[in-house]
């Protein structure tokens, strides 16, 4: 059987592949996305914004033209807006790009101008960025100009294409670079297309909308996917001179932006202007300029080269460990891209994306660990609830009990809102490490003071029971036999937990199965165990870790640390110990925790305490 024969050259190239799986319980900083999701204000002008009616009329663009062009200081006739800004770049090739003639633009730079170059029958000019340093790839106007030039003796001069700030490498074309091509298309006997691409501009780099009056045959394009953080309504538009723009918009379907684009791209241009973004925006990229910042010092603390730091994102050279630095960095949840193999000033680089200082600092956490691998140490101490035992069910959910059951008898009508999200929530904020201490801040949060042993005896009451018969008996237990042998084997066991003592040695003796049990030095259980009791002040305090280093005649730089919670990460460096965090059931990567548990000085992050053990024995 014949097959069609395409007019475009499709079998040439190599499609753009998309991510197909769900990608939401990854922190995902591959596809330069804005990994905090959305402005609340932008979701909740869709959801009022968005009823049956809207819904089944096809959207009007005057108010979002107009927005948009007070946003770029030009006139609305000078906007076209687009289902994504590439939809207006496609057609601006398409509609000016002849055959045969060259598209000169800079490589490495975005993947879907020699792509769209490719399609349209072109000759492709890929000029290619100077490299001064791994990663370090810069603008190199002299020969890209020299590039004009040959297409111009040659096949003809079809297309200029810019990006700034680059994606992959983060780098600017200078302004001035920009200017002398420009002047350079304007001195041809016939124009052609010049595109500047500037989709990062926010977080870097000079604008050269100013010049669209100068130069008719430019093109600017502008995205919301980015610093606005509306990937998924895919909204961008192109600016140029308007009867260009008129000749592009009768080339695209009439209803190409969406309803919910439309409405969220009005609301989040709102008072926004060429000269002041409002203040939200600056907001959300000062943010990521700040996290840029420290993404980059602690890559280079780590030896890594880094390249410039004009985007939402840092492209970095790793060398040979490309593949498995992504590899790893999946498997605790988050998602880079590995760059390596696309052109050669990219080769042992990957780029990775910027969203908040906590997040930046979970992503260094994560590369630390991947790159250095695990700490040389000779004691593993642990702590208990929610690192050794699920406690969900115990210690959780008789905090809940508690401050319920005591809210109810003040009559207080916040009784039936308090559960474990409300628990997690202070707990998050550290210092609370003690349950009865949690309990008492949840109270006095609430205007309702109790009697400290008041909250104590409830509390008891529900977990420990009147004979160790209440939630205490059903904690199970987070590592298996066999996982548990194997970190005896390795390392000197210790326990150090926020817990009374007498109920930490009542769960470890509590069935045999939970191996290794409770034991004499170097018999291959728990040589220490340090409780509530043992020390005055609890975690964040890192006497409990001190001292149980201490009992064990070992130095704390010798010492791994592992917990759930932010005092115990911040217990860990206060004593000078490696701090491991682990996530307690029910948090996933995408839950905050890896975030705050980074922030409070975590050295290495892991699923659970198997894995820590997997990962200290490698």
């Known amino acids: 059987?014949?097959?069609?024969?395409?007019?475009?050259?499709?079998?040439?190239?190599?499609?753009?592949?998309?991510?197909?799986?769900?990608?939401?319980?990854?922190?995902?900083?591959?596809?330069?996305?804005?990994?905090?999701?959305?402005p609340e204000h932008l979701v909740q002008a869709l959801r009022d914004g968005l009823d049956a009616d809207s819904l089944a009329t096809y959207p009007s663009y005057a108010a979002l033209q107009r927005a948009a062009a007070r946003a770029c200081g030009v006139d609305p006739a000078q906007v076209l807006l687009c289902n994504g800004g590439d939809q207006g770049l496609e057609a601006i090739l398409r509609l000016y790009l002849a055959p045969g003639t060259a598209l000169v633009t800079h490589a490495p730079g975005f993947d879907m101008f020699p792509l769209w170059g490719r399609l349209h029958h072109a000759e492709l000019t890929l000029v290619p960025l100077v490299a001064t340093a791994p990663a370090h790839l810069g603008f190199d106007v002299e020969a890209f100009l020299t590039a004009i030039e040959a297409a111009v003796a040659g096949p003809g001069?079809?297309?200029?294409?810019?990006?700034?700030?680059?994606?992959?490498?983060?780098?600017?074309?200078?302004?001035?670079?920009?200017?002398?091509?420009?002047e350079r298309v304007a001195a041809l006997p016939t124009p052609v297309p010049v595109i500047v691409d500037e989709t990062y501009i926010d977080f870097g780099g000079e604008t050269v909308v100013p010049w669209l009056s100068r130069f008719p045959f430019?093109?600017?394009?502008?995205?919301?996917?980015?610093?606005?953080?509306?990937?998924?309504?895919?909204?961008?538009?192109?600016?140029?001179?308007?009867?260009?723009?008129?000749?592009?918009?009768?080339?695209?379907?009439?209803?190409?932006?969406?309803?919910?684009?439309e409405i969220a791209g009005v609301a989040a241009l709102e008072g926004a202007s060429a000269d002041v973004a409002p203040a939200w925006l600056r907001a959300r990229v000062d943010e990521v300029c700040e996290a840029r910042g420290v993404l980059a010092d602690g890559l280079r603390q780590l030896g890594l080269s880094v390249g410039a730091e004009s985007a939402n994102f840092l492209l970095v050279h790793v060398g040979e460990r490309h593949d498995a630095l992504c590899a790893g960095l999946q498997a605790q949840g988050i998602l880079i891209r590995d760059r390596h193999g696309k052109h050669p000033l990219l080769d042992g680089c990957v780029r990775i994306g910027v969203g908040t200082v906590a997040q930046a600092q979970r992503t260094l956490c994560?590369?630390?660990?991947?790159?250095?691998?695990?700490?040389?140490?000779?004691a593993l101490l642990l702590d208990m609830d929610g690192t050794l035992v699920d406690v969900r069910?115990?210690?959780?959910?008789?905090?809940?009990?508690?401050?319920?059951?005591?809210?109810?008898?003040?009559?207080?009508a916040e009784a039936a809102c308090v559960d474990d999200a409300m628990v997690d929530a202070y707990k998050a904020r550290g210092g609370l490490n003690n349950d009865w201490d949690c309990a008492d801040a949840m109270l006095r949060d609430r205007g309702v003071a109790v009697a400290y042993d008041v909250i104590v005896a409830r509390h008891?009451?529900?977990?420990?029971?009147?004979?160790?018969?209440?939630?205490?008996?059903?904690?199970?237990w987070l590592w298996s036999p066999a996982v548990a042998a194997q970190a005896a084997a390795h390392f000197r066991l210790g326990l150090v937990t926020g817990r009374p003592t007498d109920e930490a040695w009542y769960t470890l003796r509590r069935d045999d199965a939970a191996l290794p049990a409770p034991g004499a030095p170097g018999a291959g259980g728990f040589e220490v165990v340090i409780g509530m009791d043992d020390v005055v002040d609890g975690k964040p305090d890192p006497a409990g870790i001190v001292r149980a280093a201490a009992v064990m005649s070992i130095g704390c730089d010798r010492v791994a640390y592992v917990g759930d919670a932010v005092d115990d990460m911040r217990a860990a460096k206060a004593a000078g110990a490696y701090a491991i965090g682990v996530?307690?059931?029910?948090?996933?990567?995408?839950?905050?925790?890896?975030?705050?548990l980074a922030a409070a000085g975590a050295d290495w992050i892991a699923a659970d305490i198997e894995e820590v053990v997997r990962w200290l024995v490698q």
């Open 583 to 596: 996530l307690a059931p029910g948090r996933g990567w995408n839950s905050g925790w890896p975030e705050r």
């Open 366 to 378: 994560a590369i630390r660990g991947v790159l250095q691998g695990p700490p040389a140490i000779d």
């Open 157 to 182: 001069l079809g297309a200029v294409a810019l990006v700034t700030p680059n994606n992959p490498t983060g780098s600017i074309v200078p302004r001035a670079d920009t200017l002398r091509i420009l």
């Open 393 to 412: 069910a115990s210690c959780r959910r008789a905090i809940v009990e508690t401050v319920a059951g005591l809210l109810r008898d003040a009559g207080h």
């Open 460 to 476: 008891q009451q529900a977990y420990r029971g009147a004979d160790w018969d209440g939630y205490i008996r059903g904690e199970p």
């Open 218 to 261: 430019l093109f600017v394009q502008r995205s919301t996917s980015k610093s606005i953080g509306l990937a998924g309504l895919r909204l961008g538009w192109v600016l140029g001179d308007p009867t260009e723009i008129a000749r592009l918009g009768r080339a695209l379907e009439p209803f190409r932006v969406n309803r919910a684009a």
């Open 1 to 38: 059987m014949r097959r069609l024969t395409p007019l475009l050259a499709v079998d040439e190239v190599d499609a753009y592949v998309a991510p197909e799986r769900d990608r939401r319980q990854f922190l995902r900083l591959d596809v330069n996305e804005d990994p905090r999701g959305a």
